[in-house]
């Protein structure tokens, strides 16, 4: 079975730029996160989508972040502008119609960092 | 709101020795718990998990233990090696959402 994959690995960006995350998650899997995970602190949910839907998007910076997931599958978060605090590793993660007990899986991540 | 508390942020033992690290829940509809192992630059791992039905699980030298009524759990490594240090994370979960705890890094001394 193929993984969560992200992409790109690694990124280095002005501030002030803008920069997008790509997310495909594991096939069938309903439910998609995205976590930012600053060094040394547990990942922080940003977003989460059932389907095609938002569910919880109560800790994203709605003001410079965004993200979308057409048609259920794939999925982009967006940062613009991007703010030197936005270093961190962006983390995707999916999981299945039964619920995050059954098969949750995180991608690799993205590692921004914002000089 | 909802958050899980972790302790220690870091812990050090001797090779052999065991380890403990404790979280605490506050949602009381939380009904599974897993424990993430997550190495320097690479993606947390799901090392062992425990649904609220079950008060112990053990898996070869980690184990973890679950207090509904408390509201905590607690994972523990035995016979430490080198291999094990790295940086631990608990999570509450109700369906489909994970709280993640602030985590743990383990550093295994030879």
């Known amino acids: 079975e193929a993984g969560v994959a992200q992409s790109p690995r690694y990124k280095i960006i002005e501030k002030r730029q803008s920069v997008a995350f790509w997310c495909n998650p594991i096939s069938g899997h309903a439910t998609l996160y995205w976590y930012q995970q600053i060094l040394g602190q547990g990942p922080k949910l940003l977003i989460q989508f059932q389907n095609n839907g938002v569910v919880d998007d109560s800790q994203l910076p709605k003001d410079r972040f965004s993200a979308e997931r057409l048609k259920g599958v794939d999925s982009t978060l967006k940062i613009q502008p991007a703010k030197l605090e936005d270093s961190a590793v962006y983390l995707c993660?999916?999981?299945?119609?039964?619920?995050?007990?059954?098969?949750?899986?995180f991608g690799s991540g993205t590692r921004l960092t914002v000089v | 709101g909802e958050n899980v508390e972790q302790h220690p942020s870091t812990l050090s033992v001797q090779e052999g020795d065991s380890a403990v690290i404790k979280c605490t829940y506050s949602d009381s509809a939380s009904n599974y718990f897993p424990w993430y192992k997550q190495e320097l630059g690479k993606r947390p791992q799901l090392i062992i998990d425990?649904?609220?039905?079950?008060g112990e699980k053990k898996d070869q030298r980690i184990a973890v233990t679950l207090n509904k009524t408390a509201k905590h759990f607690s994972l523990h490594i035995t016979e430490t090696q080198p291999e094990d240090s790295a940086v631990y994370f608990c999570?509450?979960?109700?369906?489909?959402?994970?709280?993640f705890g602030t985590g743990t890094r383990l550093k295994v001394l030879a």
């Open positions: 999570a509450a979960s109700r369906t489909y959402k994970y709280i």
């Open positions: 993660a999916s999981s299945p119609p039964q619920g995050a007990g059954y098969g949750y899986t």
């Open positions: 425990i649904r609220s039905n079950v």
